[in-house]
């Protein structure tokens, strides 16, 4: 039975922005099986987090327009409206079978190979990138690195040109149309925005498809083209959809997993030291660290595929659920001290924060080594570095979590 001394939660609530930890221990001490009023349940504990995610027979993704109506309400034209009608496409949303069949083909084509051989580049835009800003000793790292990074190694994966003079609109457009993933009814300007900014997305990728047939090269774009031969290849619009997926997913959680690690050194500096002093040894066990502590994608949520119980509480077929991953990753009962972050921890990589199951993240290996190559190099290069941690700029939005700027000295 829910507790009613845990208020309801919201992902509106401000105070989840500056620290949403006070709020998920709260949840999953006093309530780990909690009914929020928006007619959903949430889950926090580590172990039914990621039990949720694994248990492929009992969660699910379900009835896509059911669940956005839960939303909105019962009349709501959710297919008339283009960003729910692309999301409702992305492989992540889909159950088996449609989802097993496109997410083989994507991971038969951003192979374990493919992703390995990038090191040396992602090195190499590493260093440019640290070159670029070196010499100035101050700026935002968001703007200028954080970001940089990832949207640099996605263009060079799918073949685009970095310095395509449309690519600053594709960015926007990603962060302005990927807020159809949060978990509530989105403003009638938020929607329209969506809407418009993914059509944009639309345009851009069609037209690199259509290029990449006529003109196969060695690239992420064209072996999405080819993956599945002439049986089973996807689509010209499957095509369309996975790459606005790959490029949005691929920059926007690395992007933060970059920040929100720096922001977490500067409020533990002994740990910028021990990084500093040896930066290869800890480079990796940073980046485990930082996606545990505090991770850029905060939840996700499954319906429930039939009647079935968490720990006692029966959840009827239909209903959702909210899996706090940011709750699970500082559960006390998996990780000792889990509100410090101390990059030596042992079962860091026992994380949730690259979900589980059949929807695994399938970018895990290349944000890992995103984030291996930007740690070690950053220590090893800007060792002085210091950011402003009185008022980090959180980002809107409850999902993804990172900052829209962090000023830093160097
Ligand atoms: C720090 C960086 C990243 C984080 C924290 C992250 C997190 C996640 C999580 C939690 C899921 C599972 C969602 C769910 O089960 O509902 C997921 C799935 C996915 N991720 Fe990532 N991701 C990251 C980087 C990437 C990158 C670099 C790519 C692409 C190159 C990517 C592509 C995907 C895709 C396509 C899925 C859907 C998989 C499926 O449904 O089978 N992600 N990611």
Redesign the pocket.
């Known amino acids: 039975m829910t507790d009613v001394r845990v208020p309801s939660f919201s992902p509106d609530d401000a105070s989840l922005k500056a620290d949403p930890y006070i709020a998920f221990a709260r949840l999953r001490e006093e309530d780990p099986i909690h009914r929020s009023d928006l007619g959903y349940w949430v889950v926090s504990r580590h172990e039914d987090v990621r039990g949720v995610?694994m248990n492929r027979d009992d969660f699910g993704q379900g009835d896509f327009v059911e669940n956005i109506r839960l939303f909105y309400g019962r009349d709501f034209d959710v297919m008339g409206q283009r960003g729910y009608k692309w999301l409702s496409e992305v492989?992540?949303m889909q159950d088996p079978p449609h989802?097993t069949r496109v997410?083989g083909l994507?991971t038969g084509a951003?192979t374990a190979k493919r992703v390995r051989a990038m090191e040396p580049r992602i090195r190499e835009i590493t260093d440019r990138l640290i070159d670029s800003l070196a010499g100035d000793g101050r700026g935002d790292l968001i703007a200028r690195f954080a970001y940089e990074l990832?949207v640099r190694v996605?263009c060079d994966m799918l073949g685009i040109d970095p310095e395509d003079e449309r690519l600053p609109a594709v960015i926007d457009a990603i962060a302005q149309s990927f807020i159809v993933f949060e978990a509530r009814a989105l403003t009638d300007a938020e929607l329209a925005t969506a809407n418009t900014q993914i059509g944009v997305l639309q345009d851009f990728f069609e037209v690199l498809f259509d290029e990449r047939k006529a003109v196969p090269q060695d690239d992420l774009a064209t072996a999405l083209v080819q993956a599945g031969g002439a049986e089973d290849a996807l689509s010209h619009d499957e095509l369309v959809t996975v790459a606005i997926?790959?490029f949005g997913?691929?920059f926007e959680?690395?992007a933060h997993?970059i920040g929100n690690g720096l922001l977490s050194f500067s409020r533990f500096p002994d740990q910028w030291q021990s990084l500093v002093a040896n930066p290869a040894a800890f480079a990796a066990g940073t980046v485990d660290e930082v996606?545990r502590y505090e991770?850029?994608?905060i939840a996700?949520?499954r319906t429930a595929l039939r009647a079935t119980q968490i720990r006692g509480q029966t959840i009827a077929k239909g209903e959702k659920i909210l899996t706090l991953?940011g709750a699970g990753n500082r559960d006390p009962r998996m990780f000792d001290n889990p509100d410090s972050f101390d990059i030596g921890r042992d079962n860091a990589a026992r994380h949730l924060?690259?979900?589980?199951?059949?929807?695994?993240?399938?970018?895990?290996e290349?944000?890992r080594l995103e984030?291996r190559v930007a740690f070690e190099r950053l220590a090893t290069r800007l060792p002085g570095l210091k950011v402003d941690t009185e008022a980090p700029a959180w980002r809107d939005g409850f999902l993804f979590r990172g900052m829209s700027t962090l000023p830093a000295r160097w």
Do not use: D, K, N, Q
């Not at 690259?354 to 695994?360: D, E, L, N, S």
């Open positions: 995610l492989f992540l989802h997410r994507v951003l990832p996605m997926g790959l997913a691929g959680t690395t997993m996606l991770s850029s994608l996700t949520y991953i924060s690259f979900g589980g199951g059949i929807h695994f993240c399938v970018g895990a290349l944000a984030g």
